[in-house]
């Protein structure tokens, strides 16, 4: 089964990094993603731009409003994601608990849904 691995942080906990220890960070991640490949749990990884570059986009009665920035005020933000295969919640969990940003910010763990026509 798959799960997504969303990493959240705040400003604050990043800011903590100098650029060197940033750089540590992550190839910490890129090194994380070796190992997930090398164990057959690895399906993707991406890092995310910073909130404020986001667009969200709404459709209503057939008429587009894109807004720039999140989508909700929040001290947190989405800073990236792994997708992993994974035999169930607790190997998931467990894995999520290897992702470097779980030291810093938070990890949410959730099973993918597979949709399949009738």
Known sequence: MRYLCMIFATGEQMGVLSPGEMRDFVNAHLDYD???????HFVVSEGLEAASTAAVVRVRNG???VTDGPFVETNEQLGGFFLVEAAS??????????????RLGSIEVRPVVVWEKP
């Open 34 to 40: 070796d190992a997930l490949r090398e164990s057959g």
């Open 63 to 65: 008429k587009l409003s």
């Open 89 to 102: 919640d607790e190997e998931a969990v467990r894995l999520a608990a290897g992702i470097p940003s779980s």
